[in-house]
Nanobody, 115 residues
Framework: QVHVVESGGGLVQPGGSLRLSCVVSGVTFNRADMGWYRQAPGKERELVAIFTIFGRTNYADSVKGRFTISRNNAKQSVYLQMNNLLPEDTGLYYC?????????WGQGIQVTVFS
C-alpha cells in the first residue's frame, strides 16, 4: 500500500517562504513523475508543479518563478520551495504521482498566507 506524507506547511506573511516535503513509501518512487497539487478553499485541486523521472520540471503560470520543485529518489521524497508567497497561495498542498490513477492521497499540508 502506498503512503504519502506531506509536511512543512504553516502560517506566513506575504513575501515569505516555506519549504514543503513529501515522503512516499510502498512503491518504487523513481518510476513516477511527481507533482505538487493544491486545493484552495472552495476550489478544485490543481496541479502546480511537476518533476518528471527524466528531470524535467513544469509549473503552473500562477507559481512560475516563485516555486521550485525538486526530488531525492534515494529518500523517496519530493520538495516544494515556495518563495514570495501570496495570499492566493493559501490552501492544502498535496503530493502525488502525476498520472492517473493517483495513489491514495495523503492528508495534505496547510499553507496559509495572510497579511
Amino acid at each position: 500500500q502506498v503512503h504519502v506524507v506531506e509536511s512543512g506547511g504553516g502560517l506566513v506573511q506575504p513575501g515569505g517562504s516555506l519549504r514543503l516535503s513529501c515522503v512516499v513509501s510502498g512503491v518504487t518512487f523513481n518510476r513516477a513523475d511527481m507533482g505538487w497539487y493544491r486545493q484552495a478553499p472552495g476550489k478544485e485541486r490543481e496541479l502546480v508543479a511537476i518533476f518528471t523521472i527524466f528531470g524535467r520540471t513544469n509549473y503552473a503560470d500562477s507559481v512560475k518563478g516563485r516555486f521550485t520543485i525538486s526530488r531525492n529518489n534515494a529518500k523517496q521524497s519530493v520538495y516544494l520551495q515556495m518563495n514570495n508567497l501570496l495570499p492566493e497561495d493559501t490552501g492544502l498542498y498535496y503530493c502525488n504521482r502525476v498520472i492517473s490513477p493517483h495513489w491514495d492521497w495523503g492528508q495534505g499540508i496547510q499553507v496559509t498566507v495572510f497579511s
